[in-house]
């Protein structure tokens, strides 16, 4: 449950709830409606006082000017909407003016700073934005993030300044950041929304995880092509190499998922089973996978770690693969000029109008609340990964 303040806005008189609205900048914003919570008594005396002091009325709705705030505890807040508020209690001494929108997306332990503070040159997206992009897509990000040790890139000026990579926690970090030690590094461990907020609020926009977990005994918890075309305007060869893996993997009878890597390229995940195969054992079916792709069509892929030798080609990075090496989360917004997401995808998007200027954080958070949720089955694929027979197939010809 969380708990936030709100200003009365409105009493409806059919369903007898009352309208409740917070502030951004000089905007009223509606969030949604109570009725539950409010003693018998509670509940006359506020009606009375709508009645007396409303600013004007029509059939449905007794209309308020800010004035009355009220404490509300609610389970969520989606799509701007509270989600089962219930009464809590009257605030008699609060300035309306202080219930404010960044208040209300802020968690408990997170306070939202500079929230109007602009974060790209070209685009119509602040802080506040970006809180709520991360608040309302968190039940989809946090999973990928869970006991994963954090690599962000901040960008402390949004767009407009130096960005810098950040895996050391840093001194100032609350206490409730939960953290993990691995090479003299005291890494950043994302477990929970309050952490998510605080590092959002730090505009921290590209999260960054390794293959496996901090429980994992080194071994990786997916493996993950990378297709990397020489530039975004070379998209349609990750297309086209996406669309060539795919057939590999169906005829192996693999579960694979697919993300655009908000960047320029697509990514390819197997997820595998926790604690079960070590990285040396992915390499041989990745390297595999890698130089059958190479002879399907050589003029169109290559695994030259050089660019300056790939000659245009798209680059398969199997050997990036490999433990303390990490790749951009599912649901990260990246670093460019378009804020664009590293967004999964459904295998039937893969078309060759496909682009990463598609999915924007609004877009992305429209085709969740769709339920267009590519990633939903992931995590119960792990334990169904028929990989280790492919493996096996694969180890003895290798003999």
Avoid at 136 to 144: A, G, K, R
Avoid at 198 to 227: C, K, R
Wanted: proline share 6%; net charge neutral.
């Amino acid at each position: 449950m969380y708990t936030a303040s709100f200003f009365i806005s409105n009493y409806h008189k059919k369903t007898e709830s009352f309208g409740v609205s917070v502030r951004l900048n000089k905007e009223i914003i509606a969030v949604g409606s109570f009725k539950k919570g409010l003693k018998e008594e509670e509940k006359t005396a506020l009606l009375d006082i709508i009645k007396e002091h409303y600013k004007d009325q029509d059939e449905d709705f007794y209309h308020m000017d800010p004035g009355i705030c009220v404490e509300l505890h609610f389970a969520s807040f989606k799509n701007q909407k509270l989600i089962n508020p219930v009464f809590s209690k009257f605030l008699f001494n609060q300035n309306w003016q202080e219930c404010t929108l960044e208040h209300l997306l802020a968690s408990d332990s997170t306070t939202v700073t500079h929230p109007d503070k602009p974060l790209f040159p070209d685009l119509n997206i602040t802080k506040l934005d970006y809180i709520f992009y991360l608040k309302e897509v968190s039940p989809y990000f946090l999973p990928f993030l869970k006991n994963r040790l954090l690599t962000t890139i901040r960008f402390p000026h949004g767009m407009f300044g130096e960005s810098f990579y950040q895996k050391q926690c840093p001194d100032y970090a609350p206490t409730f950041i939960e953290t993990y030690r691995k090479e003299d590094i005291e890494y950043i461990v994302c477990n929970n929304i309050e952490t998510l907020l605080w590092l959002g609020n730090q505009l921290a926009f590209e999260f960054h995880i390794p293959f496996e977990t901090i429980y994992s005994n080194s071994m990786p918890s997916e493996i993950v092509f990378d297709l990397d075309p020489p530039s975004s305007n070379h998209f349609h060869m990750a297309i086209e190499a996406a669309k060539v893996l795919q057939k590999i993997l169906d005829r192996l009878q693999l579960l694979s998922f697919l993300k655009i890597s908000g960047n320029k390229g697509i990514q390819v995940y197997l997820p595998l089973p926790e604690k079960t195969f070590s990285y040396e054992e992915v390499r041989l079916f990745t390297e595999f996978i890698a130089h059958y792709m190479i002879e399907e069509k050589p003029e169109l892929f290559t695994i030259e770690r050089l660019k300056k030798n790939r000659k245009n080609r798209l680059y398969i990075d199997y050997i990036q693969h490999s433990e303390g090496k990490t790749i951009i989360s599912p649901y990260s917004i990246r670093g460019n000029k378009g804020g664009y997401v590293a967004c999964p995808i459904e295998w039937k998007e893969l078309t060759n109008n496909l682009h990463p200027s598609q999915f924007s954080m609004t877009v992305v958070l429209q085709r969740l609340e769709k339920g267009i949720n590519p990633f939903s089955t992931y995590f119960e694929a792990k334990e169904k990964q028929p990989f280790r027979q492919v493996l096996d197939v694969l180890t003895k010809t290798q003999k």
